[in-house]
């Protein structure tokens, strides 16, 4: 290759660069916030296929963007003890695998994701056990008018219970630490 050809390749090669980075700064924040939970998507996926296949379990994996997060399903077509396994007693181990899948998101994009893992609809039954728990205590606390406080939960399940509570028309605070934040609902 000659000079000249060079300097024309690296010309271009430069003017390609340029043209890059004019599109990313003039897409709009939520083209580029898109782009990121669908990359964030693919690495939690990736990682989330190779610890399957190390622990030889069947499952298939589902990757949903919507509402500024995205959404990892892991199922199978068949009940599979791997996968119910990797759920817990409580989502305790599910819990813990969302937060290994977030480090690995984080350890690849150098960004910090609030990704949320399901297995086997485990979360989508959670939210619905969540949702009467908060009923519940929100009859308890409009009949006698004291507040309820209910067992620890982790940050997801307690914005569900605080979205739900809310709906009721009642007030929920979290109150403790650690493993030991839970949430009061009360009538003010």
Same mark, same amino acid.
Request: proline share 1%; net charge negative; hydrophobic share 35%.
């Given at each position: 290759?000659?000079?000249?050809?060079?300097?024309?390749?690296?010309?271009?090669?430069?003017?390609?660069?340029?043209?890059?980075?004019?599109?990313?700064?003039?897409?709009?924040?939520?083209?580029?916030?898109?782009?990121?939970?669908?990359?964030? +998507?693919?690495?939690?996926?990736?990682?989330?296929?190779?610890?399957?296949?190390?622990?030889?379990?069947?499952?298939?994996?589902?990757?949903?963007?919507?509402?500024?997060?995205?959404?990892?399903?892991?199922?199978?077509?068949?009940?599979?003890? +791997?996968?119910?396994?990797?759920?817990?007693?409580? +989502?305790?181990?599910?819990?813990?695998?969302?937060?290994?899948?977030?480090?690995?998101?984080?350890?690849?994009?150098?960004?910090?994701?609030?990704?949320?893992?399901?297995?086997? +609809?485990?979360?989508?039954?959670?939210?619905?056990?969540?949702?009467?728990?908060?009923?519940?205590?929100?009859?308890?606390?409009?009949?006698?008018?004291?507040?309820?406080?209910?067992?620890?939960?982790?940050?997801?399940?307690?914005?569900?219970?605080?979205?739900?509570?809310?709906?009721?028309?009642?007030?929920?605070?979290?109150?403790?630490?650690?493993?030991?934040?839970?949430?009061?609902?009360?009538?003010?």
């Amino acid at each position: 290759m000659s000079a000249e050809s060079t300097e024309q390749t690296l010309s271009e090669e430069t003017i390609d660069e340029q043209d890059e980075s004019v599109d990313q700064d003039s897409s709009s924040p939520k083209a580029s916030s898109a782009s990121r939970l669908e990359e964030e +998507g693919d690495v939690a996926a990736d990682y989330l296929e190779e610890l399957l296949d190390i622990a030889d379990i069947d499952g298939d994996i589902d990757i949903e963007v919507r509402n500024g997060r995205t959404y990892i399903s892991i199922v199978a077509e068949e009940e599979a003890e +791997g996968l119910e396994g990797l759920v817990g007693e409580d +989502g305790e181990v599910l819990e813990a695998l969302q937060e290994l899948t977030r480090l690995a998101v984080l350890s690849a994009t150098e960004n910090r994701s609030r990704l949320v893992l399901d297995i086997n +609809g485990y979360r989508q039954e959670r939210t619905g056990h969540l949702q009467k728990i908060a009923e519940d205590a929100a009859a308890s606390v409009k009949e006698t008018g004291k507040s309820v406080a209910l067992e620890p939960m982790s940050a997801y399940e307690r914005k569900i219970v605080h979205d739900a509570v809310a709906d009721l028309g009642l007030v929920s605070e979290s109150e403790g630490e650690g493993a030991g934040r839970h949430i009061v609902v009360s009538a003010d």
